[in-house]
């Protein structure tokens, strides 16, 4: 699918595209568009930091005890809620009375994602999810897997940690070793792809159906205006089903990344070693 440059990318890369282009020219780094320095999934990250950091302090000065306003509401449920499934109830459940001082990363990461899944819910000609991009995904894994093994080092020691992988059995250690090393260097894979080929297949879907949809209707209307004006109406009530399915695959990869990395922080600092 031939991915759709939205504005906001255009005018980004009119503003800061030269000076991109003279930093990767200096790193010998040669952009895959070169009309386009600085890639599209980059500037919708920064959008969504941007996004997050502007909901933070506009939450942060309006914080009240007495009348907690709706968006408050919202980031109270996000962090913790009577079903038990916010960032710091799945930390707690996963990983101990330590989860609080997890709550930081395993948030920042959760929220950045959800953020950024949402923006599929908007036409692409306007924003882009930038974890369609298979890098983000991956940078998002990457930093969970070293985070979590830095963790396991930092409540057991290299030594201690490193015997986690060894397995109880000394005289097995030497077959278990490697396979337990695999195994866990593998969730990078495992993290990255899930999140990938959903957001990627949810936003195919809206635009092959969009597509579809918009041919059928041009269709209608060529054989009688009423059948085109009904088949209209039709294509465009459809998709909206296709957006609050790809709103619920949203929040629903953002729960997967908060939940998998709270079981692997919890693998890695757990005392049965």
């Known amino acids: ?25 200096w790193l010998h780094i040669k952009p895959e568009n070169p009309e386009l320095p600085v890639p599209q999934h980059v500037v919708m990250g920064i959008l969504v930091l941007i996004i997050g950091a502007f909901l933070a302090f506009y939450l942060r000065s309006r914080l009240s005890v007495d009348r907690p306003g709706p968006l408050q509401q919202i980031a109270e449920a996000l962090v913790t809620n009577p079903l038990g499934f916010g960032i710091k109830d799945l930390l ?8 609080a001082r997890y709550v930081p990363f395993v948030g920042s990461i959760s929220i950045f994602i959800l953020l950024s899944n949402l923006l599929g819910a908007f036409p692409n000609t306007f924003l882009f999810p930038p974890t369609e991009a298979v890098t983000v995904p991956l940078g998002c894994a990457l930093l969970t897997f070293f985070y979590f093994n830095y963790q396991g080092v930092r409540t057991h020691g290299v030594l201690g940690y490193l015997g986690h992988f060894a397995g109880p059995v000394p005289a097995l ?7 337990e090393i695999i195994s866990a260097t593998a969730r990078i894979l495992s993290l990255t792809v899930r999140l990938w080929a959903n957001i990627f297949a949810s936003d195919l879907l809206i635009a ?5 949809f918009s041919g059928v209707s041009v269709w209608g209307w060529e054989r009688s205006p009423v059948l085109g004006v009904g088949l209209g109406v039709f294509a465009a009530t459809i998709p909206i089903l ?10 629903v990869q953002s729960y997967v990344f908060t939940i998998l990395p709270s079981v692997y922080l919890g693998l890695a600092t757990a005392e049965e070693h």
């Not at 459940?93 to 989860?99: I, P, V």
């Not at 250690?173 to 396979?179: D, K």
């Open 1 to 25: 699918m031939e991915e759709t440059i939205t504005f906001i990318t255009r005018f980004v890369n009119h503003l800061l595209g030269p000076a991109a282009a003279a930093l990767l020219s």
């Open 242 to 251: 296709f957006v609050l399915l790809h709103i619920f695959v949203s929040i």
């Open 208 to 212: 092959i159906f969009l597509t579809l």
């Open 173 to 179: 250690s030497w077959l278990i070793l490697p396979v």
């Open 92 to 99: 707690e459940e996963n990983s101990g009375h330590d989860a």
